[in-house]
């Protein structure tokens, strides 16, 4: 600030938001940090007229200690990027078209949502432009939102959280739902009664070598239909699995666009890396159900046509998995609600796979999971090559009360696109359908 204050006047001017970066010593003590950030704060206001909340970063690591106070006795933000930008690495380079192929492609995979992203002003020590044009080409190809500064989003408190959520924030209908010991002290035929009322089945899951552990006579009350008889056209989408932000941003908006809900069975195995992405599911009010942790099967396939149950210590695995998978989904939406009032997460099911086995169904009612969802129609959409025959496939098997098996990952490559047609289609022909989400008809 006191050498080139011009540039950053420059900075200020062009809009951009200022703050703080500081590098304090072993031996800096919190007070001499806080009047280090007093001072420095009361000269980006008056001087540069910064009106808005000033953070500081540290300009290395997560700072000391006498920062942190600092920064709580001082009313200031800290700031620690998820991720550094540039690697130190092509700091040295001088060629834009080697560096910023270079830098593009070391950061796999888009920048997610809340990330907070920095970048080291000086690092190009062999140019001025290179770090301008690295900074568009990023936002514009690893970037699905607008990037804005920090200050910004501070301001915008209600679509803020903690996380994990506050045990007393988490609703009283969805906390801790799920452990074992639901189906304690029941006969065979009062167990055999809960898996036959909580599982919806599909039509090819019918003969006793999908469903393993079930007599003749148990297989045949089993569910077939994926259906869910309503007199509302309800029709339910339904996506599964996990993906990055640029996938399931653009079939948000897609379904957002139709006024459309749907139902997303979350494999939580990956949802600590990108809790804002679960969250943003839920605030678009969709129905969030599980899908287990790590994406475990509830019987053994030892051929396509043929499965076993699982053994004892499968079945303790599958029990910690599933319990896990809805506490991570407790840890991040277990305060939400949809548009109706009802919780945004649900204790419905759906099995990897589709595939179940008697013991493997037993486990999800014992852990207190209401039902164990199939569909009427598994669509194969990680595998589609264009969104139009991907669209006609969906219609086809569209009809009332069906359940539609789709994925929300990133293979899933034109789900948004294929939908986008077929609700777009079905508005202008005045379709009966509504597309809402399981919690609509199930509890
Ligand atoms: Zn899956």
Redesign the pocket.
Same mark, same amino acid.
């Given at each position: 600030m006191e050498l080139y204050p011009e540039r950053i006047e420059a900075i200020s001017r062009a809009g951009q938001s200022l703050g703080i970066s500081v590098l304090p010593t072993q031996r800096t003590t919190a007070s001499q940090m806080l009047g280090t950030l007093q001072a420095q704060a009361q000269t980006l206001r008056d001087k540069y007229q910064a009106y808005y909340e000033i953070f500081v970063r540290p300009a290395t690591g997560f700072g000391s200690t006498a920062l942190l106070q600092a920064a709580a006795q001082g009313g200031f933000r800290v700031l620690k990027e998820m991720k550094e930008a540039v690697p130190e690495k092509v700091s040295r380079m001088t060629d834009p078209e080697e560096i910023i192929p270079a830098v593009i492609n070391d950061n796999e995979g888009m920048f997610q949502r809340g990330e907070i992203i920095h970048f080291q002003m000086g690092i190009f020590q062999y140019s001025d432009t290179v770090l301008g044009e690295l900074v568009e080409r990023m936002v514009s190809e690893k970037c699905a939102y607008p990037a804005v500064a920090a200050d910004e989003v501070a301001e915008r408190t209600e679509s803020q959280y903690e996380y994990p959520i506050p045990r007393d924030l988490i609703l009283p209908a969805v906390k801790d739902r799920i452990y074992p010991g639901h189906l304690k002290d029941m006969t065979k035929d009062e167990i055999f009664e809960v898996i036959r009322s909580g599982y919806i089945g599909i039509s090819w899951i019918v003969s006793p070598y999908f469903l393993p552990g079930f007599t003749d006579r148990e297989t045949q009350h089993l569910d077939k239909t994926g259906i869910i008889e309503n007199d509302e056209n309800y029709v339910f989408l339904t996506f =599964? =699995?996990w993906g990055t932000d640029g996938t399931v941003d653009r079939l948000l908006n897609v379904l957002d666009k139709h006024h459309a809900t749907a139902t997303f069975f979350v494999?939580t195995e990956y949802v600590p890396n990108n809790p804002n992405l679960l969250r943003a599911i839920a605030a678009a009010g969709h129905t969030i159900g599980a +899908?287990s942790h790590k +994406?475990m099967s509830l019987s053994n396939e030892v051929r396509p046509t043929y499965f076993t149950e699982l053994d004892e210590q499968q079945r303790k695995e599958l029990e910690e998995d599933i319990i896990l998978c809805y506490d991570t989904l407790q840890n991040v939406i277990g305060d939400m609600v949809d548009a109706d009032g009802k919780p945004s997460l649900s204790a419905l099911f759906r099995q990897?796979?589709l595939a179940v086995g008697r013991n493997g169904l037993e486990t999800v009612f014992d852990c207190g999971y209401t039902h164990a969802v199939a569909g009427y129609y598994t669509t194969t959409d990680y595998k589609a090559e264009n969104a139009k025959s991907l669209a006609a496939e969906i219609k086809k098997n569209i009809k009332s009360g069906a359940i539609l098996v789709m994925h929300f990952s990133d293979n899933a490559k034109y789900t948004a696109d294929a939908l986008d047609q077929l609700l777009t289609e079905f508005e202008s022909s005045g379709s009966p359908y509504r597309f809402v989400g399981l919690n609509k008809v199930l509890s």
């Open positions: =599964d =699995d494999r +899908h +994406h990897p796979t």
